[in-house]
Structures are given as structure tokens and as C-alpha cells.
T-cell receptor, first 111, second 116 residues
Framework: KQEVTQIPAALSVPEGENLVLNCSFT??????LQWFRQDPGKGLTSLLL?????REQTSGRLNASLDKSSGRSTLYIAASQPGDSATYLC??????????FGQGTELSVKP | DAGVIQSPRHEVTEMGQEVTLRCKPI?????LFWYRQTMMRGLELLIY????????DSGMPEDRFSAKMPNASFSTLKIQPSEPRDSAVYFC??????????????FGDGTRLSIL
């Protein structure tokens, strides 16, 4: 059974810091992995999607990496800003046809 | 682009009542997804449709839950009868392609459901 774990559960950093969010999964037979952002009272916004054949994706200040063999993904945020404050979720779509979400990392960037 | 539109935004009702949640996907998106989010269980995929046809409903918790998509621009998630443990935020999302593709899902703002 696929399990997705995100560490840390919460993170507070000063503005301008570079930071890394972690996501691990137990079953490496996946189609893809996605990182989402969720603002309070809102739905999810897709940030980056990495197909199983890819190792990383970049969008602006965000970079996501995928290491299928070790069951890990990281989301790197460069030069963090207060507007980056949100909950970040990773989700894995595995070859059993299931989409499994982690519990999320709540990020707070202090001005 | 109006995005995915869900209604109502909030619903409070007494247990035993029928609840109907509504979703309008983004025009042109062939896939529609229903999710439930709770503190205890996180975000769970309940069911998804492709071209108005249910593809996978294995996440639907029990027979009290049903979902329909009568046309490409409208879907409902119904709970009958409702129970307090159904209290959650229910999200609808749509996408150009399926879960294994490189196409992202676009989420609505959700319906916050409280069953008393």
C-alpha cells in the first residue's frame, strides 16, 4: 500500500531564505508526482508535475526533484517571500491507479 | 477563464438530510475529479469521470455517496442520508487529461460541509 509522508509538518523561515520541503513514498512504481500549494480556504494549485521518467522540473523560484529508487522528492524554494506562505502538498499517482496525497507542510515566511 | 466553480461554498445541515454538492468544470476539460479533505485523513480522491463517464469510484466511502455527470459542464456529488462524519471540505477539480498525464488538475475553492 502506497504511503506518502511529508517532513516537516510545519516550517517557519525568515524572508529571503532558501528552503527544502521533503516528500517520501513507499512504492516506487509511480506514473508521476505532483507538488501543490493550498492557501487557506482555497483549493489546490498545481505547482510542478514530474513524470516518472524525469528527475526534476523547474518553474521560476521552484525546483522539484524526483528520485524514484529511493522514494523521495524535494521541493526547493529559492529566495522565499511572505507570499509563499501556504500549505504544500505532494501527491503520487502510482501504477496501481491510485492517487495518494501527503499530509502537507505548512510554510510560514516571515517578513 | 472562470476556473472550476463549486456551489455552495458552505453547507450546514442536520444529520439524515440529503446533501447535494455541485461543480462546473473548466470548459474543454474532459476529466472531472471529486475529493474530500479532512484533518484526520487528509485529501482523498473519491471518484473521477472521463467524458462524463465514471472511471474509478473506488474512493467513494459508502453507498450513501453518489456522483453524476449528466453533461460536460455539470457534476453533482450527493450524500443521502448525511452523517456527522461526512463533515469535510469537498473539492472538485478538472483537467485536460488523466492522472498519469503531464496535465495539471485545476481545483475549485471547495464546499465546506458541516453535518450537525
Amino acid at each position: 500500500k502506497q504511503e506518502v509522508t511529508q517532513i516537516p509538518a510545519a516550517l517557519s523561515v525568515p524572508e529571503g531564505e532558501n528552503l527544502v520541503l521533503n516528500c517520501s513514498f513507499t512504492d516506487s512504481a509511480i506514473y508521476n508526482l505532483q507538488w501543490f500549494r493550498q492557501d487557506p480556504g482555497k483549493g489546490l494549485t498545481s505547482l510542478l508535475l514530474i513524470q516518472s521518467s524525469q528527475r526534476e522540473q523547474t518553474s521560476g523560484r521552484l525546483n522539484a526533484s524526483l528520485d524514484k529508487s529511493s522514494g523521495r522528492s524535494t521541493l526547493y524554494i529559492a529566495a522565499s517571500q511572505p507570499g509563499d506562505s501556504a500549505t504544500y502538498l505532494c501527491a503520487v499517482y502510482n501504477q496501481g491507479g491510485k492517487l495518494i496525497f501527503g499530509q502537507g507542510t505548512e510554510l510560514s515566511v516571515k517578513p | 477563464d472562470a476556473g472550476v466553480i463549486q456551489s455552495p461554498r458552505h453547507e450546514v445541515t442536520e444529520m439524515g438530510q440529503e446533501v447535494t454538492l455541485r461543480c462546473k468544470p473548466i470548459s474543454g476539460h474532459d476529466y472531472l475529479f471529486w475529493y474530500r479533505q479532512t484533518m484526520m485523513r487528509g485529501l482523498e480522491l473519491l471518484i473521477y469521470f472521463n467524458n462524463n463517464v465514471p472511471i474509478d469510484d473506488s474512493g467513494m466511502p459508502e453507498d450513501r455517496f453518489s456522483a453524476k455527470m449528466p453533461n460536460a459542464s455539470f457534476s453533482t456529488l450527493k450524500i443521502q442520508p448525511s452523517e456527522p462524519r461526512d463533515s469535510a471540505v469537498y473539492f472538485c477539480a478538472s483537467s485536460l487529461a488523466g492522472l498519469g498525464s503531464n496535465q495539471p488538475q485545476h481545483f475549485g475553492d471547495g464546499t465546506r460541509l458541516s453535518i450537525l
